[in-house]
């Protein structure tokens, strides 16, 4: 089954929802053993990363999911859940997070509204999330921030919003995006689809 971290985050249930919807065999759990006998696990989000790192911190799951990534299983980050697989973030003050993608969380510069709110759109790479999901095609995006990696190679997806920057990220066995896909209509379902059947099956 999939497991699906619940620790707080205020998207929890409509990631659920939508994951249910397209075929996802799941359970939500806050406990460390339960994600390691997940045979994929989901980490949702919304908000700031400290509070995020705060948070997992507080359930003892930190080592759980480096762990968990680390022996292979297939993981996916949404939002904040992105954010966090980063090394480090500058939101609220410079602080570790997951260290488990190269880069630095950063903040949007310039005269931009932020955070951006709305819907936008992605160009991607071949990879098997984007299965039958057109190039181009907007997804739902809400932050300020954004993982700056000096990897390119781990960029599926980019997006422009006064700068481009990475808005999915794959390696292995670890997938995340930076919009949300449970409210990014057809092709966030489409593509949590092809997550659940092609990635995490």
């Known amino acids: ?8 985050a205020g998207n929890l ?3 659920v929802r939508a994951l249910e919807h397209v075929g996802a065999d799941l359970y939500v759990t806050s406990q460390a053993a339960d994600l390691r006998r ?3 696990v989901v980490l949702p989000g919304v908000g700031a990363t400290a509070d995020t790192m705060r948070s997992l911190a507080e359930l003892d799951l930190i080592d759980t999911i480096r762990s968990v990534v680390g022996a292979g299983v297939p993981f996916l980050g949404i939002c904040v859940g992105m954010q966090v697989l980063a090394e480090t973030s500058t939101e609220f003050g410079e602080h570790s ?15 931009l509204k932020i955070p951006q709110i709305g819907w936008n759109q992605v160009q991607h790479t071949e990879h098997p999330l ?24 781990l960029v ?10 990475p808005s999915a990220i794959a ?10 896909p449970e409210k990014s209509g057809r092709w966030g379902l489409q593509l949590l689809h092809n997550w659940v059947h092609r990635i995490a099956a």
């Open 1 to 8: 089954m999939i497991a699906v971290i619940n620790y707080g």
């Open 13 to 15: 249930p409509n990631a």
């Open 38 to 40: 997940a045979r994929a």
């Open 97 to 111: 997070c997951l260290g488990l993608v190269p880069g630095t969380v950063r903040r949007f510069s310039g005269s």
């Open 130 to 153: 984007w299965t039958d999901i057109p190039d181009q095609s907007e997804f739902y995006f809400v932050h300020s921030y954004y993982v700056d990696t000096p990897q390119p190679e």
């Open 156 to 165: 599926i997806g980019q997006t422009t919003y006064g700068q481009t920057f």
């Open 171 to 180: 390696r292995n066995n670890l997938t995340a995006v930076q919009f949300h």
